[in-house]
C-alpha cells in the first residue's frame, strides 16, 4: 500500500486558488522529488501535508497511511509519523532546543502510548544525534534557531527529524541558502535517515540537491498539479531545458 | 495648586475618615506624621481616573468601601500562618512572619542573626520614639502619593530591618505577609530596610491569604541601599482572589551600588504595585523587572518612577504580562533624568502577551530628560502568541496547549532570567507553570 496517497487535491490561500487537482503517490521507502518552478504550489503543498491553518482545502483527498489527513490537527500528523523540514526554520528564543526536542519527543511517544524518554536517555540520544550532523552541545542549550546560521538552523532540522524518527520526511526547499559544505552535511544526515520504512518528499527548485539526495522517482509541479512524472535523470533535463515548456503547455 | 472642591465623601473616604478618628490613639507613635498624612488623604480624597497617575487603576472606583482595621491575629489565625512561604522553601530564608499585618516573632526565624543584621518590629520602634526609624521614615524617597500617605497614617506594624556596613548576608531575608482571612479587613503594613555601604542582601517579600479573604490591602517599604551595596529585592503577589492589594516601594540608592528589583504577580482581585527609586550617587546598576500573569478579571497596575539624579547610573527596566480572559494589565514607567545625571543609560521595555480578545493592556512610558549626554530609551509592545512559532511547535507533535504554555514560559522567562538567585527562579518557574495549570 502507498504511504501517501493525494488525489485530486484542491487547495485555495487567501481566496487564490494554489492547488488544482494534485496528485502524487509516495510508495513506502520511496525518495520523490517535487520540483517545479516558483509559484507552482511547491511550499503550498507542504504546508497542507503538516496541517498548517489558513490552507483550505476545497476539493480532493489526502490519505497518510490509509488514514484522511485533512481536518487533523498538526501535532496529530507528527505524532502518525509526518514531519516537515521547514524551508525557513523559525527562532524561538527563550526555548532551549534540548527542551523543546524532549517536549516534542515525549508528546509524540505519549501520543503513540509509548513511554516517554527519561531525561538521561533523551539526553544520550541527542548528543549522539547532534554529534553526527556536527551540532554542539552548547547550540542544544540556545534558543531554538536564536542566532543559528542559515546551515545551523537546517542541520537542526535534519536533527529533529533523526531523533523523531518519521515514516515521512516533508523537506521544503531544504537547499536554500545553503553554501556547498552546509548541503553536503545536510544531505548526508538525511541520506544516513533512508530506510525501506521511511519515505520522504523532497521539495526543490534546483537539480543541485538531488545529486546529493537522489531520488527513486521525480514529479514536475507546475500552477498546482503534477504534470511530469520520470526517473531521476528527469531532474537533469529541467536543469538543462528548464521549467519553460512545462509553464507554457499549462497557458496554452 | 488650589484643593479641588469635594464636597461629597465617597463611603469609603468616610469610612476611613471614621477609622483615623477612633484609631489614632491606639496606633503606635509616629502622631504628627500620621496626622499630616492623613491631611494629604482629606485633600486629595481617593486617586481616581482623572488623576493622570491613576488614569488606568481608578481606586476610588475599585474601593466601594473601606474594611475595617485587621484586628491582631489571634492564636487560630497564626496557627493557619504555619505554612506560609512553604512554596518557598528551596530559597532557605531567614523567614520573618506577619499575619494580618502584626510582625510575629514566634513564627519567624530570628535565630542566630547573621553579624551586623538586626531585626525588629516597626510598631514597636514606634511606640518608643526610636529615632533611627522615625528620621527615615517617609524621607527615604519623598513622595505625596495618596496611597503612601494612607499608609503613613494607618501604618500598624511591619519590620525594621538593619543590615550593618559591608556584613555579607548568606541567607536571604524572607518576609512573609499573611492574611488569615477571618472577617474583611484592611491591613497596613510598613517596612523599612537599610543596607549599609558595601553591604550585601536579599529581600524576598511573599503576599499570600487563605482563598476567598475579603481583604484591602495597602503596604510600603522603604530601602535605602548605601553605597558599594548590592540589594536584591522580589515581591510575589499571590493573595486570594478577593484581595485589593496596593504596595508602595521606595528606594533610594546610593553610589556604585547594585539593585535589582522583581515584581511577580500572579493574584488578587486588584494589585497597584508603585515603584519609586531614587538613584542618588554615581555608577550605580540597577534592573528593575517584573512578570505578571492574570486571568478572569483581574487587574494589575505596575507604576514605576525611576529617578536619575546622579552620574552615570545604568537602568534596566523589563516588564512582561501575559493576560487572559477580561483581565487587564497597566504599565506605567517613568524614567526622569536631572540635569546633573550625565552619562546616564536607561533602558525600559514592556511587553504584553494578550491570550484572549476580552484581555486589555494599557502601556504608558515616559522619559523626562533633563541632560545632554544620556542614553534612554523605552519599547512597548502588545500582541497575541505568534501563530507562525505555534505552527512550529505543533508540527513537531507538541499539542495546541502545550505549545502555547511553552510560549508562554518562554516569553515570562525572558524577565525570570534576570534574577540572580538560581533557587528562586526555579521557584517562580514552577510558580509560572503552575498558572499555566489553572487557566480555564
Known sequence: ?252 | MNADVRPIKTAAETALSTAFASAKGRLPGATTLRESAFKRFETAGLPHRRVEEWKYTDLRAFMRDAKPLASPPDAAAKARAKNAGAAFAAVEGRRIVLVDGAFVPELSDLAGLEAGLTIRSLAQALTSGDAAVTERLGKVVPTDNVAVALNTAFMGDGVVIEVAERAALTRPLHLVFFNAGGAPASVFTRSLAVVGKGARAMLIESHEGVAGSDYQINTALEIVVGDEAHVDHVKITGEGAGTLHVSSLMAAVGAHARFNEFLFTTAAAVVRNQLFVHFKGEGTVAGIRGATLLQRRQHADTTLVIDHTAVGCISREVFKSVLDGESRGVFQGKIIVQPKAQKTDGKMSAHALLLSDDAESDSKPELEIFADDVQCGHGSTAGALDDDLLFYLKARGIPAKEAEALMIQAFVGEAIDGIEHAGLRDVLIDQVAAWLKTRE
Open chain 1, 1 to 252: 500500500m502507498a504511504l501517501l496517497e493525494i488525489k485530486n487535491l484542491h487547495v485555495k490561500v487567501d481566496g487564490k486558488q494554489i492547488l488544482n487537482g494534485l496528485n502524487l503517490t509516495v510508495e513506502a521507502g520511496q525518495v520523490a522529488a517535487i520540483m517545479g518552478p516558483n509559484g507552482s504550489g511547491k511550499s503550498t503543498l507542504a504546508h497542507v501535508l503538516a496541517g498548517k491553518d489558513d490552507y483550505e482545502v476545497t476539493d480532493g483527498q489526502v490519505l497518510f497511511a490509509g488514514e484522511s489527513l485533512i481536518g487533523m490537527p498538526p501535532d496529530e500528523r507528527a505524532a502518525k509519523g509526518l514531519f516537515l523540514a521547514f524551508q525557513y526554520p523559525i527562532e524561538i528564543p527563550g526555548v532551549a532546543t534540548m527542551t523543546f526536542l524532549r517536549t516534542a519527543l515525549n508528546a509524540q511517544r505519549k501520543k503513540r502510548g509509548q513511554e516517554e524518554l527519561s531525561a538521561p536517555d533523551f539526553n544520550r540520544r541527542a548528543f549522539d544525534a547532534a554529534g553526527k550532523l556536527g551540532i554542539d552541545r552548547d547550540m542544544l542549550r540556545r534558543g531554538v534557531n536564536v542566532g543559528f546560521s542559515g546551515g545551523e538552523k537546517k542541520r537542526n532540522e535534519v536533527l529533529q527529524m533523526a531523533l523523531l524518527e518519521p515514516k515521512l520526511a516533508v523537506l521544503d526547499e531544504t537547499d536554500s541558502g545553503l553554501d556547498i559544505d552546509a548541503l553536503k552535511v545536510v544531505s548526508e544526515g538525511v541520506n544516513r535517515l533512508r530506510s525501506p520504512e521511511r519515505s520522504f518528499v523532497v521539495i526543490t527548485h534546483y537539480q543541485r540537491l538531488l545529486d546529493y539526495i537522489v531520488p527513486d522517482v521525480v514529479h514536475v509541479l507546475s500552477r498546482g498539479r503534477i504534470v511530469r512524472t520520470g526517473g531521476k535523470e528527469l531532474a537533469l533535463e529541467l536543469e538543462d531545458k528548464g521549467y519553460a515548456q512545462y509553464t507554457e503547455e499549462m497557458a496554452s
